[in-house]
């Protein structure tokens, strides 16, 4: 008799485990500890778990909301005449302050245009 109250509650205690699901936006830690009461009691009834297969069990239902990455373009109306594309589209940002002789020379690049002019590659 002891086996078949077990067993049903067993059969419970799986369902209810199966019918846990993550919500989104919800606390996933509490998400967690819901399920391993689950597994608690069902090593309490002599259904024993390995750890790492209850982990895997608990990890595979948490679900992670993610936004989808949107990289459209606004569509507008032509106009007869073409606009200038938007400076964000394209190019690079430098800083006049960070730019030196020194950081040139460190590219192995002439300082300016009178050096450039002097150097040997230059009369090829």
Not at 8 to 16: A, G, H, L, P
Not at 44 to 59: G, K, P, Q, T, Y
Request: glycine content about 2%; aromatic content about 10%.
């Amino acid at each position: 008799m002891f086996q078949a109250k077990a067993s049903n509650e067993r059969f419970d205690v799986v369902k209810s485990l199966k019918a846990c699901k993550s919500k989104p936006r919800a606390s996933i830690y509490a998400f967690v500890l819901e399920r391993k009461r689950y597994f608690d009691r069902l090593e309490s009834l002599n259904m024993v778990f390995d750890a790492e297969l209850s982990i895997n069990i608990n990890l595979s239902e948490v679900v992670t909301p993610v936004k989808p990455y949107d990289i459209s373009l606004p569509i507008h109306k032509t106009s007869g005449r073409v606009n200038k594309p938007p400076r964000f589209y394209y190019g690079f940002h430098i800083e006049v302050e960070n730019i030196s002789d020194s950081t040139l020379s460190e590219l192995d690049e002439p300082a300016n245009y009178k050096e450039a002019m002097a150097s040997p590659e230059a009369a090829k």
